[in-house]
């Protein structure tokens, strides 16, 4: 290597070493954790070794910092997109998943086009929403959402309807949250309309008012509480938009909202997102009337959802669909 090439790398690899550990290690952990951070493949002549390494932890690795490295300097490493593309075509699923997450971070459109490949290729249910999760990230949306140069689209529609995941509050604690900018509040309203929270809400006037209107939910939650709140609908019911738990004299039990009632007949709504789910009972045959301790609200709806959309979607929801100025992440009540 010749010696000025020499000196760019090393004065490189000190760039990232600095950076990162500025970035990810707090101040009192900085002397313990200086050794394992310079042990990092964080040089280029490391990246190039491990991704080369029979061990796929090891190549997972050093495709993340390939994309780290090519964010900094993308002359760097020559032959930096053809590696990446390699990585995304490694038997490995992690490493090809870990591809995925590189082009992110390179956020150019060779990146996205060298990836291509994983979203054409048969994957597993949890597979396809790993993958999903992704390239849902805001430097690679323009590539696949909006212009699709490299036709795979209808790849990513098969993800979709493939697609399993199972979001967890801890996973969920740990997404950013950005800023309510127009382009957020408008992936949000996608978002509330694919989670089909719009089927029985409303968001500044957009939505069904069969449940409770969500004006100034973001005034009453925080970020953490509205997603707890989402994922276990039943843990803090309220009565209104409550459903009620019959049981009947033939030994039918039937749960709903009462929608009229007179002397005689009650009618209930069993399903709010379905206005024609509507049944009459005679008040003569019901033997016990209590409240449910059930939210009519469905679980996993969140789960529809890439970890991106679900941070637009709290934005969109603690902003009053950008009518407010979304609350600060740390408001508690």
């Known amino acids: 290597m010749p010696l000025i090439r020499h000196i760019a790398v090393l004065a490189f690899a000190a760039t990232c070493i600095a950076d990162r550990a500025s970035a990810e290690v707090p101040p009192v952990e900085k002397a313990n954790e200086a050794a394992s951070s310079e042990i990092r493949m964080l040089r280029p002549d490391l990246i190039l070794q491990s991704l080369a390494s029979p061990e796929s932890p090891v190549r997972r690795e050093a495709v993340i910092d390939l994309?780290?490295?090519?964010?900094?300097?993308?002359?760097?490493i020559p032959g930096a997109i053809q590696l990446l593309r390699r990585s995304a075509n490694d038997p490995a699923f992690d490493v090809s998943l870990a591809a995925v997450?590189?082009?992110?971070?390179?956020?150019?459109?060779e990146s996205?086009?060298?990836?291509?490949?994983?979203?054409?290729a048969p994957h597993t249910p949890a597979e396809a929403a790993k993958i999903l999760d992704a390239?849902?990230?805001?430097?690679?949306?323009?590539?696949?959402?909006?212009?699709?140069?490299?036709?795979v689209s209808n790849f990513i529609d098969n993800l979709n309807q493939k697609a399993q995941r199972q979001h967890t509050l801890a996973d969920l604690e740990a997404i950013t949250i950005p800023e309510p900018t127009p382009g957020v509040i408008a992936s949000g309203r996608e978002a509330f309309r694919t989670a089909r929270c719009d089927a029985c809400h409303r968001v500044a006037g957009y939505g069904r008012a069969t449940g409770p209107d969500l004006r100034g939910i973001g005034m009453c939650y925080s970020n953490t509480e509205l997603l707890r709140h989402i994922l276990q609908p039943s843990l803090n019911l309220h009565d209104v938009g409550r459903f009620e738990k019959f049981l009947l004299s033939d030994?039918?039990?039937?749960?709903?909202?009462?929608?009229?009632?007179?002397?005689?007949?009650?009618?209930?709504q069993?399903?709010?997102?379905?206005?024609?789910?509507?049944?009459?009972?005679?008040?003569?045959?019901?033997?016990q009337r209590q409240p449910s301790k059930?939210?009519?609200?469905?679980?996993?709806?969140?789960?529809?959802?890439?970890?991106?959309q679900v941070a637009e979607l709290v934005v969109y929801l603690r902003s009053d669909g950008g009518r407010l100025a979304s609350p600060a992440a740390s408001h508690e009540h």
């Open 101 to 109: 997450e590189a082009a992110g971070l390179m956020g150019t459109t």
């Open 67 to 76: 994309g780290h490295c090519y964010a900094k300097n993308p002359s760097l």
């Open 135 to 151: 390239i849902d990230s805001t430097s690679l949306r323009p590539f696949w959402k909006s212009s699709d140069p490299y036709r």
């Open 294 to 308: 059930v939210s009519p609200m469905p679980v996993g709806l969140l789960n529809s959802l890439t970890p991106t």
């Open 112 to 120: 996205f086009g060298a990836i291509a490949d994983v979203l054409r």
């Open 270 to 287: 069993t399903d709010l997102s379905n206005p024609e789910s509507v049944v009459t009972i005679d008040a003569a045959d019901i033997e």
């Open 251 to 268: 030994g039918r039990v039937i749960t709903g909202r009462v929608v009229s009632t007179d002397q005689s007949q009650l009618r209930l």
